[in-house]
């Protein structure tokens, strides 16, 4: 008995070192700094900054003028925001003040777990961006990447970038975690892409060993949007109509081969959706039912919103709305982050793309209806 005893003992013994071991290797980071007018008290935090997640997942409180430490963990690499506000600083009386002397800062970080470090010569001078001339973090490789791509944008002349911007980085650096995230946010909203950028891509990309979660997902998305790439034929949805009757995306769109058609996916509860249909009327009155038609889908769960803002917004065209299967494929397989989201489907029912807003919509329908 005592011999069981005994080896029970050292099997208890040895799973608590390997756990302590294995929370030893537990890797962190740190963000520290020392910055001039950085007042004792003031507040920083570390918050989430991809896929419109906002997680604060780091909080440090300043202890001495000008000196901080912010420590934690990120399972990968990935680009959040640092935060720092004084609100503590100013008591209760903030709010009655109407907010008076209050400072925020918001700068985008590439954060991965090393020893970072924050150089500026005043607190005045931190930016809204992740370098300057004057404000610089570095120990994070994945930082200084995300800076580079950062400059690479801003030499552009557009306000996001466009593949090429995108895939000149991606060449340049093709196992950098900050190409691995440039392409992934390429790959999202079907249609995208033509099937040849996303080749390149997967041609390009062939591994991220800093951050094999984000590069797994990578193939994932890429293999996607291969079914979503422009000049494909639609990816079928399971609609239901005003009337109650089920029917398929891909028979709605084929009933309207021989003109061009756009189809309007929106929802009751979205502003942007609802404000750019009196546009989307105009260019419907504007060509004939023989060239050009619309149709709307909504992305709607809630039955009653759905109709009570059909009747609202006054639209003449055909309506629909997903299936609750619908609205599952819709976001999967055309991996969007949400609506207003509209597609140009030429004559022939093949998508000619994805315009990025109603201006778009607008040159795009009128540039293949000249």
């Not at 800093?210 to 034929?233: C, H, I, L």
């Not at 109509?241 to 709605?252: K, S």
């Not at 759905?306 to 055909?318: F, I, L, T, V």
Request: glycine share 6%; charged share 20%.
């Amino acid at each position: 008995m005592k011999k069981i005893y005994s080896v029970l003992f050292l099997a208890v013994c040895c799973l608590a070192f390997l756990s302590s071991c294995k929370e030893a290797e537990r890797q962190t980071f740190c963000i520290h700094g020392t910055v001039e007018g950085l007042p004792a008290g003031v507040e920083i935090g570390l918050l989430t900054g991809e896929d419109m997640s906002s997680e604060e997942i780091a909080t440090a409180v300043v202890q001495r003028d000008g000196e901080f430490y912010l420590e934690g963990h990120v399972d990968h690499p990935m680009l959040c925001t640092l935060t720092t506000n004084n609100l503590a600083l100013l008591g209760e009386e903030v709010e009655i003040n109407n907010y008076a002397g209050v400072k925020w800062t918001y700068t985008p970080v590439f954060v991965e777990n090393a020893d970072m470090e924050i150089q500026v010569p005043s607190y005045d001078l931190v930016p809204d961006a992740p370098e300057t001339k004057d404000f610089h973090i570095v120990g994070s490789k994945s930082h200084d990447d995300y800076c580079e791509y950062v400059r690479l944008i801003s030499l552009s002349s557009y306000s996001n970038p466009t593949f090429d911007i995108d895939f000149q980085f991606i060449s340049e650096h093709p196992t950098s975690v900050v190409s691995v995230y440039a392409a992934n946010r390429q790959l999202t909203n079907g249609y995208n892409l033509t099937l040849e950028q996303i080749h390149q891509l997967q041609q390009t990309i062939t591994g991220c060993p800093a951050d094999t979660a984000r590069y797994n997902r990578f193939v994932e998305r890429a293999k996607r949007a291969e079914q979503t790439a422009v000049g494909s034929a639609i990816v079928d949805l399971d609609l239901v109509t005003p009337d109650g009757a089920n029917c398929q995306l891909e028979d709605v769109v084929k009933a309207h081969q021989g003109k061009l058609l756009l189809i309007d996916f929106w929802a009751s509860w979205c502003g942007i959706c609802r404000a750019s249909t009196p546009t989307i009327k105009e260019l419907y009155g504007t060509y004939s039912r023989e060239q050009f038609e619309v149709i709307s889908v909504s992305c709607d769960e809630d039955d009653t919103a759905w109709r009570d803002a059909m009747q609202k917004d006054g639209m003449p065209w055909a309506q629909y709305c997903l299936t609750p299967d619908g609205y599952k494929n819709f976001f999967e397989k055309y991996q969007l982050i949400g609506v207003p989201y509209y597609l140009l489907v030429n004559p022939e029912g093949k998508v000619i793309g994805n315009p990025s807003g109603i201006e778009a919509v607008q040159a795009l329908v009128t540039e293949n209806l000249q």
